[in-house]
């Protein structure tokens, strides 16, 4: 949907992998050098180690977490209890208020329900088996000291709520990491508010490198360095 909207750029679509694992082993070798990289889930935890090896330009990572602690673990095994016990539709019962914001289940029955008309029972075990087990992954983050970061999470993401977000965004070494909310929105942001997402997605790719240089207006090279401050206080009375 956000490659759809990103007019001007040429966009990879990389077919979902069931592990992150799975993910970093299968699209290594299709993301060229110095891409700008779009993740979301626990699929960013993949275009992490991507973003690093590949010297990415910037990376942003919507509705991410980078562990599953006790309460993340909690919410994929109740949805994997949800889905034994009552299929696809006992899973989409119980992800509804943990998965989509206010507005969207307010006005979005019809994209709610086409979101269900394509989920799988085996595709959705294998996904809260691969939650539950994901452990800490958050080390990686310390190898993008030259890819600036965005993270981007609904401010009514009640699976992955901020918190997780902004442990991500710590975690980027040298202040290169940057929080963004979306307003209305859930887990799944981007496809809630595509309006918005995709805004924010495209300012933060085409300025970029004011993370590593500043704002350009500090890299005219015509301008002369500004004089060093100093602090002379008056002699005394």
Not at 54 to 75: C, E, G
Request: proline letters at 8%; glycine letters at 8%.
């Amino acid at each position: 949907m956000l490659a759809e909207r990103m007019e001007g750029y040429a966009g990879l679509d990389l077919e979902p992998e069931p592990t992150p694992d799975a993910q970093l082993e299968a699209w290594e070798a299709r993301v060229p050098e110095g891409a700008h990289l779009v993740a979301s889930f626990e699929a960013g935890l993949a275009a992490v180690q991507i973003a690093a090896r590949k010297r990415a330009k910037s990376l942003v990572w919507f509705s991410p977490y980078a562990r599953a602690d006790a309460a993340l673990v909690a919410r994929a095994r109740a949805l994997a209890w949800a889905l034994e016990a009552g299929g696809v539709e006992g899973f989409v019962r119980v992800a509804r208020p943990l998965f989509f914001g206010s507005l969207m289940l307010e006005r979005g029955e019809e994209l709610i329900a086409a979101w269900q008309a394509s989920l799988r029972p085996d595709g959705l075990a294998a996904w809260t088996r691969a939650v539950a087990a994901l452990g800490d992954r958050r080390r990686p983050l310390r190898t993008l000291e030259a890819t600036p970061t965005m993270t981007v999470v609904g401010a009514e993401d009640t699976f992955a709520p901020m918190r997780y977000a902004h442990e991500v965004t710590e975690w980027v070494p040298e202040l290169r990491g940057i929080l963004v909310t979306l307003d209305g929105a859930g887990h799944f942001g981007f496809w809630e508010n595509p309006r918005e997402a995709t805004s924010v997605a495209r300012g933060f790719i085409e300025r970029y490198r004011e993370f590593l240089e500043g704002p350009a207006e500090w890299q005219a090279e015509d301008d002369e360095a500004p004089p060093p401050l100093r602090f002379e206080p008056e002699a005394p009375q």
